[in-house]
């Protein structure tokens, strides 16, 4: 008889504190679409300023997020943004950018690290005045943790170094920062000088939310653009109460996520018949593969491990592209 189950699956399958539960029952509200919640104002304005941003607008999720900032870096309609053929917005938000945004994707390969080659970036990109025959390029988005490779971190200098690609070709530069939090153990918070979205219900364990920060003006339009996509809520102080908690008590915590996933990976290691690259262990997931190359043996420890208590996620061919079906993905 299982008692207590170590859950796995996913850093999204966190209950609210009772902490969280007591901030969001006691939480001043007022309506947020008119722009008068005190306690989304406060989150907001704490979020910037860790970011080191001029402003944050508090979003549903991580998707709209995504959404709306490719939109507001690609306003033209029919226009181009250049994204890992692995990364989150190209495989699991529905294509969202293209059937609702109207945003043509150009992917380009994403290396094992989460990266793509800065060459291959700048190869993509097209003629930003366009041509009879294909779309301009307005933005290059970047994920970090980039999450289908493992949940490895995007260094300060790489990401400078597609900065100063964007710039020269006057390019926007979108950074879907899911985990940046769990990134930010290598890359500081406000190194990042753009606009980029970050998801509070991963890691930190919020109930709910992202948050997009950014400049005033990219702000209001994002704001504007959330309206449209039916993302603005009205007494969300509910929500963002829980995520401020979330900011004061998970934060620290995420360290030693990090610790355990990489003993985790290490124990497992030693293990006969299961593959792991430890050294690509730097943040909180983790990626198991069966020696024998088989996926029915992985199925087979991910039930027996679940008879034992211990959740893990069944990895599937959509999910890890560049890794073939026979992987148990760890969530520490
Ligand atoms: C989870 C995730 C998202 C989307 O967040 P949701 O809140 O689930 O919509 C976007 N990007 C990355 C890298 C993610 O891991």
């Given at each position: 008889m299982v008692t207590r189950s170590v859950d796995l699956r996913s850093d999204t399958v966190t209950?609210?504190?009772?902490?969280?539960?007591?901030?969001?029952?006691?939480?001043?509200?007022?309506?947020?679409?008119?722009?008068y919640d005190p306690t989304a104002r406060h989150l907001e304005e704490e979020m910037a300023k860790m970011m080191g941003k001029e402003a944050a607008l508090f979003v549903p999720s991580g998707t709209m997020g995504n959404l709306i900032c490719v939109m507001v870096h690609c306003e033209?309609?029919?226009?181009?943004v250049i994204l890992g053929d692995n990364s989150h917005i190209h495989v699991y938000e529905n294509g969202g950018i293209s059937t609702i945004g109207g945003v043509h994707p150009k992917t380009v390969k994403n290396e094992e690290d989460g990266t793509m080659e800065l060459g291959a970036i700048e190869a993509a990109i097209r003629d930003p005045k366009g041509s009879t025959f294909y779309p301009s390029t307005m933005s290059i988005c970047l994920e970090n943790t980039h999450a289908n490779s493992g949940g490895r971190c995007l260094s300060a200098e790489y990401t400078d170094s597609v900065g100063k690609i964007a710039k020269r070709h006057g390019l926007k530069l979108h950074i879907d920062g899911a985990r940046l939090f769990n990134a930010s153990i290598v890359i500081s918070l406000t190194h990042v000088h753009t606009m980029f979205q970050v998801c509070l219900s991963k890691g930190l364990g919020a109930p709910v939310g992202t948050v997009i920060v950014g400049s005033h003006t990219f702000?209001?339009?994002a704001k504007t653009l959330r309206k449209t996509l039916g993302g603005g809520m009205r007494q969300i102080g509910v929500l963002c109460a829980a995520a401020l908690v979330a900011l004061q008590e998970n934060l620290p915590k995420l360290q030693f996520d990090h610790k355990k996933a990489k003993l985790l990976a290490e124990g497992l290691n030693q293990m006969k018949g299961i593959r792991i690259n430890a050294a690509a262990v730097e943040t909180n997931m983790i990626f198991m593969d069966m020696e024998d190359g088989s996926r029915l043996t992985a199925?087979?420890?991910r039930k027996s491990l679940t008879e034992c208590g211990i959740l893990v996620l069944p990895g599937n061919s959509s999910r890890y592209v560049s890794h073939g079906q026979n992987l148990i993905c760890l969530n520490v």
């Open positions: 209950r609210p504190t009772d902490a969280m539960r007591e901030a969001m029952a006691s939480a001043e509200v007022d309506d947020d679409i008119l722009g033209m309609r029919g226009s181009e702000i209001e339009k199925e087979k420890l």
